[in-house]
């Protein structure tokens, strides 16, 4: 057997998934030919033929189908030589770039962080805030190895894994008198703040609005969870909040904090590129925010 070439394993499993070298070459942002030539690469390499066309979809042979049940063995074995080399280097133990909401950022990745920090302490963490279509974007580009977001996320290369629900709340002054059941109907009567356009936070909102029937426009929009939570406390008007955002501690002194009717839910997601190679430090930072929902 020749040279074994781990990225043309992960070129074969990749064509596998997708049922054809086309769509294997668009998630992977190489050429057809590039993904063809790697595949026949590993099976000179195997000496073994290893994909066949079945109709219009591309499937493993015998000889690949058995690749196919090794290859996490495989992975995991060349997880772990990595990790095992890196126990002996010194500098960095290596670069994660997370990208998530402002939002997320300053109310859920602080205890994250921190365990990453006592855990890998050479880890060189980077973190960048933006909307979830910016992040999409960046991890796309692969500016940015994984990201926490809100969806929905579209994109054919990506692996969307769901971790957490987040219930919306309304916040408003203590002297602002609501009734017991905030619909979107009551708020059409209330000074409203909310979220900037073009993130799904405010898209949500928007959407739980409008299947009220209330077109509403806001007193303001703002960008900052925390600058909404000081107009609310100066008295200027109420305001739809992700709920991860409201401490009960923070607010019981001077901000009424009511459900929502209908409740209003949004759901954040683990998103990376499928063909994103985990290191160490990636691996321990998907186990980290996978913990978000336990």
Known sequence: MKTFNPDYLQSFLVVIECGSFSAAAERLQLSQPAVSLQVRQLEKSLGATLVERVGRKTRPTAAGAALLASAPQVNAAIAAAVDAVAQHTTGTAGRVRLGTGATACIFLLPPILKE??????????????????????????????????????????????????????????????????????????????????GGNTRRTADDWLARGGVSLKPLMSLGSVEAIKEMVRAGLGCAILPGMAVSAKATSRDLTVRSLSPKLHRRLAIVMRRDKRLDRGLRKTLSALKSLGQ
């Not at 809100?150 to 971790?163: A, C, H, Y």
């Not at 629900?165 to 008198?177: N, Q, T």
């Open 116 to 197: 990453l920090r006592a855990a890998l302490p050479a880890l060189e963490i980077t973190v960048t805030t933006g909307n979830t279509a910016e992040i999409a974007k960046a991890l796309e580009d692969n500016t940015i190895d994984i990201g926490l977001l809100t969806m929905p996320v579209s994109g054919r290369s990506f692996e969307i894994t769901p971790v957490l629900d987040d219930e919306f709340v309304l916040i408003a002054p203590h002297d602002m008198p609501l009734p017991a059941r905030i619909t979107p109907t009551v708020l059409a009567t209330k000074p409203v703040l909310l979220f900037e356009p």
